[in-house]
């Protein structure tokens, strides 16, 4: 293929998934509580979506697409990740200082989110940071809009088991 049929293909993935890398990432940081791994998460991602771009037949979902992309690479690193490490060392690595940390505002809720399941994290980002639509979060997810809906409720409430009344104030 020449550089000039590739032109087009590349400014249509750069128009069509380029908005959406850093919320691709923040979701990354979210579920994965690591930035490098998030880093190479959303890369594994944008070549997966470079690669099947011609599966994409409505840009206007695009957001929701890319975003499942890079919720399933993260899944994955997780399940590598696993395997290296055991349950307690994960655990452990659980708490990250990073600049992602200031993403949260009035209410430093840092230390619950960390505290939950990944999965719990990633809705509770994609619902509420994102503020997408439960049809979205479902797509997303790949799971039924019942199911996001219960699932946000559900992971709010063990959220808010995990904030004290120091992290309120």
Known sequence: MSAASRATPVR???????PHVEAGYRLAVTMLLDPD??????QD?????????????????????????VANRCRSTMRRRWWR????????????????????????????????????????????YFDLRLEEVAKILGISVGAARSRVYRAAARLGTQLTEEDLS
Request: proline letters at 2%; glycine letters at 4%.
């Open 45 to 69: 991602a944008a070549v997966k979506a470079w690669r099947s771009l011609d599966r994409l037949h409505d840009t206007a979902s695009a957001r929701a697409w890319f975003l499942s992309i």
């Open 85 to 128: 490490l055991g349950r307690n060392e994960l655990v452990e690595r659980a708490h990250v200082d990073s600049p992602e940390a200031g993403i949260v505002r009035a209410v430093d809720i840092a230390a619950g989110m960390r505290a939950l399941s990944p999965e719990d994290r990633a809705i509770l980002q994609l619902r509420f």
């Open 12 to 18: 249509d993935f750069d128009s069509i998934v380029g």
């Open 37 to 42: 791994e998030a880093r190479d998460a959303v």
